[in-house]
C-alpha cells in the first residue's frame, strides 16, 4: 500500500526560485493536510482541504498557495522560496477532517533554501 | 485557545526500563487525543488514540496512554522500552475546525 506519497525527497532552493511539492493518497480520503516541521515547534498547519474543491488557511500561510487537484492530490506552491522556509513539509490525509479520525502522513520533504 | 504542551523536550531511558511521556491540552470541548511516532527520516506514525469512553487506552508496540480529564492530561506509557522505541514522539488533539494541534514533541533515547 502506497498510502501518501510525497515528491521530493529532498530540494535544495536559491532565494527566491519557486517550487511545487507534490502530494498524492491513494486511500480514497477526502481530507488533506500540509504541515512544516521545524526543531522545537512540532508540526504546523501551513493549509489544508477538508474536501476535493475547498482549501483553507491554517496556522502559517504565508508565503505559500496550495491546489485540490483532484480528490488524490494535493500539491504545495512555494512561489518566491525564503531561507525561513527550510523545514520539513509533511503531507497528510484522513477520511474526513481530523477531529476524531487519523490522519496518514507521507515520508516527508527536506527543502532547504540558500 | 487551544494547544498541547509536552514538557519533556528530551528523555534518555535505558532499555528494559519503564518510559512516561508527559502531555497537557487545553481544549474546551470534548478533545479528541492521539499519539504520533516519528523515527528519524520517516513520517509520523499513530501509535494510538482517545475518542471517548474507558480512559486508558492501548495501543502499538506495547504502548499505553491514560486520560485523565481533571489534570487535561494524556500521559503517554510503556512498561519496558526496546532500543527500536528511540524516535519523536507527538501529542496531538483533533479540533471541531478541521484541524489537528500538534504538541512541540518529545525525543527518546534509548541507552543499552
Known amino acids: 500500500n502506497a498510502g501518501v506519497t510525497q515528491t521530493p525527497k529532498f530540494q535544495v532552493l536559491k532565494t527566491g526560485q519557486s517550487m511545487t511539492l507534490q502530494c498524492a493518497q491513494d486511500?480514497?480520503?477526502?481530507?488533506m493536510y500540509w504541515y512544516r516541521q521545524d526543531p522545537g515547534m512540532g508540526l504546523r498547519l501551513i493549509y489544508y482541504s477538508a474536501s476535493e474543491g475547498t482549501t483553507d488557511k491554517g496556522e502559517v500561510p504565508n508565503g505559500y498557495n496550495v491546489s485540490r487537484l483532484n480528490k488524490r492530490e494535493f500539491s504545495l506552491r512555494l512561489e518566491s522560496a525564503a531561507p525561513s522556509q527550510t523545514s520539513v513539509y509533511f503531507c497528510?490525509?484522513?477520511?474526513?477532517?481530523?477531529?476524531?479520525?487519523?490522519?496518514?502522513f507521507g515520508q516527508g520533504t527536506r527543502l532547504t533554501v540558500v | 485557545a487551544q494547544s498541547v504542551t509536552q514538557p519533556d523536550i528530551h528523555i534518555t531511558v535505558s532499555e528494559g526500563a519503564s518510559l512516561e511521556l508527559r502531555c497537557n491540552y487545553s481544549?474546551?470541548?470534548?478533545?479528541?487525543l492521539f499519539w504520533y511516532v516519528q523515527s528519524p527520516g520517516q513520517g509520523l506514525q499513530l501509535l494510538l488514540k482517545?475518542?471517548?469512553?474507558?480512559?486508558l487506552v492501548q495501543g502499538i508496540k506495547g504502548f499505553e496512554a491514560e486520560f485523565k480529564r481533571s489534570q487535561s492530561s494524556f500521559n503517554l506509557r510503556k512498561p519496558s522500552v526496546h532500543w527500536s522505541d528511540a524516535a519523536e514522539y507527538f501529542c496531538?488533539?483533533?479540533?471541531?475546525?478541521?484541524?489537528?494541534?500538534f504538541g512541540a514533541g518529545t525525543t527518546v533515547t534509548v541507552r543499552a
Open positions: 482517545y475518542f471517548s469512553g474507558d480512559t
Open positions: 481544549y474546551g470541548a470534548t478533545p479528541y
Open positions: 496531538a488533539v483533533g479540533r471541531n475546525d478541521y484541524k489537528l494541534s
Open positions: 486511500m480514497n480520503h477526502n481530507s
Open positions: 497528510a490525509s484522513s477520511e474526513r477532517p481530523p477531529m476524531n479520525t487519523e490522519a496518514f
